[in-house]
């Protein structure tokens, strides 16, 4: 059955070609960061005339359905409010291994089956979309045979020997990646050592399931041999020879509304519209749950400036200051950053790379403190760009916050600079750029 591809994005590249309408399960396990991209692609597809299923953990339901996207839920779900499961994650030494091994593989069977399900039930898929966060998913595809394309959000994913990432355990060997010959190569091999056990659930299911050991899972076979989508900029990092074949930069997909609503909270409306751009402070979607003192020093730091400031708190109250506020400071759970960021003056976050792009589309100057995870790596790029810096959590202290921001605020060089980059940004159209590959490889496997 076909159906002529419906008008183009705005700025994007007419196809000019009928396309079969095509039954696309997306999936991958995370936080809004890891989905909303996902959400972004469903929605282009969507309104190609396909149908886009989303395969991801329960607590995203209640903002998928109401766009029309089918749902399935896939095991683990995520419990937003778990903030012990989120402080195990973030644990800057042990964080990678936690969630791993603590939380996705003793379920892996479970999203399996979920997963299997979503790719054959009511009707079989014609493409998988899977996020490396679902180790489950190539087995589905090798399972089943239907093709598969997956996609990374960070450059640090594909640990690249001539990029190397910084890892968050050993920071202080990405310091001499510069000037000592093959640390690189030294950074690959030691975080495929490091992290040699962690996979054996995986080895595990692959044998019950009767297929063989195959490729290591954490680097290797979870990247499709079809079509690996790189949804990131080539502003934040550039295709590198050791990068697995069929890899293609789209740019950033964004989406970041609730639901369909891009609205700000009606008092952040009113206090943006009262006064100067502020500083925003945010820790995303998961960070937020294991904030410690952040919003209490960043509060000290704005009032110790004289800058007006917003704090997106999230749904935790324990992160609400326990000091009195004065007007200059505005205080929200959520704010869609596409609204927000741009009406700022700086924003201080953790360095998730959703975060990152939406700064960087906004033009906006960035502190970043980060976590674990990609974020380290993602801070070192950014100050490479000369758009941020980075400070530690351990650092973050409100004299040295307001000295950070202060030199930053004085400095006409980081305004300048991101606004340079966001003009890059806006001809980039990385949720159409995607969609085209997902239907060029449909074509491919049916000429």
């Known amino acids: 059955m076909l159906s002529q591809v419906s008008e183009a994005r705005p700025g994007a590249p007419s196809l000019g070609a009928e396309t079969a309408i095509l039954r696309v399960v997306l999936s991958n396990i995370g936080t809004f960061g890891d989905i909303n991209p996902l959400i972004a692609i469903a929605l282009e597809l969507k309104r190609r005339g396909h149908v886009p299923v989303m395969a991801v953990p329960a607590v995203f339901e ?27 994650v973030y644990d800057v030494k042990h964080g990678t291994e936690h969630g791993l091994r603590n939380f996705l593989f003793p379920v892996l069977r479970q999203t399996y089956d979920d997963l299997l399900d979503a790719a ?3 009707a079989r898929a014609d493409l998988l979309l899977l996020g490396e966060l679902n180790y489950a998913g190539p087995l589905v595809a090798e399972v089943t045979g239907i093709p598969w394309a997956s996609y990374v959000l960070a450059p640090l994913s594909f640990f690249s020997a001539f990029d190397p990432p910084v890892l968050p355990m050993y920071p202080r060997l990405a310091r001499a990646d510069k000037t000592v010959p093959g640390m690189g190569r030294v950074i690959k091999r030691l975080a495929r050592f490091v992290s040699r056990k962690w996979p054996q659930a995986i080895y595990d299911l692959r044998a019950e399931l009767g297929l063989e050991r195959g490729s290591n899972p954490l680097f290797d076979a979870k990247h499709s041999p079809w079509l690996v989508l790189a949804l990131f900029s080539q502003v934040l990092g550039a295709e590198q020879k050791d990068w697995p074949a069929n890899t293609r930069i789209t740019g950033f997909c964004y ?33 937020v749950l294991a904030a410690g003192k952040f919003y209490e020093h960043s509060a000290s730091a704005a009032i110790k400036l004289g800058v007006r400031a917003v704090l997106l708190i999230g749904s935790d109250p324990r992160n609400r200051p326990q000091q009195a506020l004065p007007e200059s400071i505005c205080v929200a759970e959520y704010a869609p950053y596409s609204a927000l960021f741009k009406r700022a003056e700086l924003v201080v976050h953790q360095g998730g790379v959703g975060t990152v792009a939406q700064c960087l589309r906004a ?20 100050r490479r760009l000369k758009v941020a810096r980075v400070m530690q959590r351990s650092s973050y202290t409100p004299p040295r916050v307001a000295r950070k921001l202060k030199a930053m605020l004085e400095e006409p060089l980081f305004g300048e600079r991101a606004a340079q980059v966001a003009a890059r940004l806006e001809h980039e159209d990385g949720v159409g750029a995607a969609c085209d590959a997902l239907e060029e490889l449909y074509r491919g496997n049916h000429p």
């Open 62 to 88: 209640a903002k998928i359905r109401p766009l029309g996207i089918e749902f399935h839920a896939v095991r683990p779900d995520i419990d937003p409010e778990n903030s012990i499961l989120v402080e195990m």
């Open 120 to 122: 054959t039930k009511p």
């Open 255 to 287: 989406y970041d509304s609730d639901a369909g609503n891009a609205a700000l909270p009606a008092h952040l409306e009113a206090f943006l519209g009262a006064g100067p751009a502020p500083v925003v402070f945010t820790l995303g979607s998961a960070a």
């Open 363 to 382: 033009g906006k100057p960035m502190l970043i403190m980060p976590y674990s995870h990609d974020q380290p790596d993602n801070g070192r790029r950014m």
